[in-house]
């Protein structure tokens, strides 16, 4: 029978590891898009509408606009406005507890121990957070564990053993897969994702049960012949109903095909897009690597591994190492579905390690063993004072973002149709919009949902320049790379860019008898075109005043939460891709 002290020990030692996987996933910096969902989530409530074409451009005025983001969007809006920055920093917060939490109970729930399974959600939790952003993203990867967690559920009641007869009423957690996916579709794109990992488990459980008479080679075949054709009849039919469920979105099957084509065309100017380099080492390469060893040791050496959701997990393996920004799905996956059979992996292993080993070891005595909720609450106190300052602010580093030239821009009054390095402009956005400016950004962080390809062709040329040697994609229709197309074709009125980015820097000191510098600091430089704004008065310095600021940091409403001068002496080309 437990004692007291054994059941404070388990809730602590599972708070413990929860809160530390939170901690690691509690970035507090914001992101470069983050303004930007905020202001079209803002309208949408404003409004109660949803906009068909780009708004906030002046370059792709009546294009067509497909936000797969509008209830995340709407939900971060909603939230900021209610309960301010805490609504967003608490809100990634509680929503990393749940990820982690949802495969840590139901580890549990199968006696797996809190070592495999607690470190299991630290090796998770590094994988994910380097893309736990304030972005809609973070709850695309919500509602991917909770698919898992339908998913490992339907699995392991099929694979009961005989002296429960499997039947149609086992499918029954799948059933949540078809409003989740309907929920999912409308609030990112990673539904597509989703749809894939379910037909993929969903369709190898069919072929299993089709096999007939081979089934035996299956772990899962027990208890299910008698029943297999109702049960593909059932696994069939709530495929199709998750499908069908994607296509209430505003959109309908344009959204699809949107998808469809997206994906087909590659995207070397985003990050997120890069694969993983395994010679780097860095913290997403040993976590993949981990994880994708672990993978082939239950492929191995698993007594009773479940191939539909083995095969699945190691092809979404593949498509990570491609894609960096699949890691984290991957992670969510294998913490779902992996840890009873690497629990079972080790125990053999430790038993092993034991018959070969003389048994010197003594049992833990009473008096350590109570010792262990003292400590336990000291480590989740020790996370709790760390993990505080990051919910209770929300920075914006002056060292990334033009916190000093946008403040600028606004005391100037300098409106009009503006030009700002990539991921600098829905930063830029949130204050014309806030500051009631009537100006517009050339391109933003919505790339492709918004874009004409032409125009992000024209953007990165001028970003690149002519001389870049790093992997792009352009359209054969935009012709050679012109870096002053976008300066003579969509005819900015300002230019706002990053001092970081040399071809910039270069392309708009070529071109001073049509352009004035009107500012420049540390990390920017403010141009105007002459025909549009008289000679005003330049700042120029090579100094970063503000180095950290409260988000949003708008100038009329700033509230600086450090404030130094910061010299800046390397001013050397870095790519202008979008940050992780």
Not at 302 to 309: A, M, T, Y
């Amino acid at each position: 029978m437990k004692t007291a002290s054994q059941d404070r020990s388990k809730w602590l030692g599972a708070l413990a590891v929860l809160t530390t996987c939170s901690l690691v996933m509690s970035m507090n910096e914001a992101d470069p898009d983050l303004w930007g969902h905020l202001q079209y989530g803002r309208e949408i409530l404003s409004t109660g509408e949803l906009p068909k074409t780009a708004t906030w451009t002046f370059t792709a005025e009546g294009y067509r606009w497909i936000n797969h983001e509008n209830f995340a969007e709407l939900a971060m809006a909603a939230a900021y406005d209610k309960f301010g920055h805490w609504g967003l920093t608490l809100g990634k917060y509680i929503l990393g507890l749940f990820v982690i939490g949802l495969s840590y109970w139901s580890a549990r729930r199968q006696n797996v121990p809190p070592i495999t399974i607690g470190a299991m959600c630290l090796v998770a939790a590094y994988a994910i957070e380097f893309h736990w952003h304030f972005r809609p993203q973070v709850l695309g990867y919500g509602c991917f564990a909770v698919l898992c967690f339908l998913l490992k559920q339907a699995v392991d009641r099929l694979s009961s053993s005989a002296a429960h007869p499997v039947g149609i009423r086992d499918l029954a957690p799948l059933l949540g897969t078809i409003p989740l996916m309907a929920f999912w579709a409308n609030s990112h794109g990673s539904f597509a994702a989703g749809l894939a990992v379910g037909m993929s488990v969903l369709g190898m459980l069919a072929l299993q049960l089709m096999l007939g008479p081979v089934l035996t080679l299956f772990p899962q075949a027990s208890g299910l012949r008698s029943n297999r054709w109702a049960l593909v009849s059932g696994l069939v039919t709530v495929g199709f109903l998750a499908l069908a469920a994607t296509f209430g979105n505003p959109y309908g099957i344009q959204l699809h095909l949107w998808l469809w084509d997206a994906l087909h065309v590659p995207r070397p100017e985003i990050r997120d897009w890069e694969g993983i380099s395994l010679v780097s080492l860095d913290r997403q390469a040993l976590m993949f690597l981990v994880i994708t060893s672990s993978l082939v040791a239950v492929a191995a050496r698993s007594r009773r591994p479940s191939w539909p959701l083995l095969i699945t997990a190691l092809l979404i393996a593949t498509q990570a190492y491609s894609h960096i920004r699949h890691l984290p799905l991957l992670a969510i996956l294998w913490l779902s579905w992996f840890p009873k059979s690497l629990e079972d992996l080790r125990s053999r292993v430790t038993a092993h390690f034991r018959e070969s080993v003389p048994k010197t070891a003594r049992p833990i005595s009473t008096r350590r063993r109570s010792w262990q909720p003292i400590f336990l609450a000291a480590w989740i106190a020790v996370v709790g004072v760390l993990t505080w300052p990051r919910i209770a602010q929300l920075r914006v580093d002056g060292t990334r973002f033009p916190v000093d030239a946008v403040r600028f821009l606004v005391d100037q009054r300098l409106e009009g149709n503006t030009l700002v390095t990539f991921n600098w402009a829905q930063y830029a956005i949130g204050v014309f919009a806030h500051e009631e400016m009537e100006s517009r950004v050339a391109f933003d962080g919505r790339f492709r949902t918004c874009y004409p390809q032409s125009v992000i062709d024209r953007h990165f040329d001028f970003l690149f320049g002519s001389d870049y040697d790093g992997p792009r994609y352009r359209s054969p229709e935009s012709g050679p790379i012109d870096p002053i197309a976008t300066l003579e074709v969509d005819q900015p009125d300002f230019v706002l860019i990053s001092r970081k980015q040399r071809p910039s820097i270069r392309i708009m000191e070529s071109v001073t008898d049509d352009w004035d510098l009107l500012y420049q600091d540390g990390l920017a430089q403010i141009w105007a075109r002459k025909d549009k704004e008289p000679r005003r008065r330049s700042v120029e310095t090579d100094e970063i005043a503000t180095s950290i600021a409260a988000f949003p940091a708008f100038p009329s409403t700033s509230r600086t939460l450090r404030d130094r001068r910061v010299a800046t002496t390397e001013n050397r080309f870095t790519s202008p891709q979008k940050e992780r």
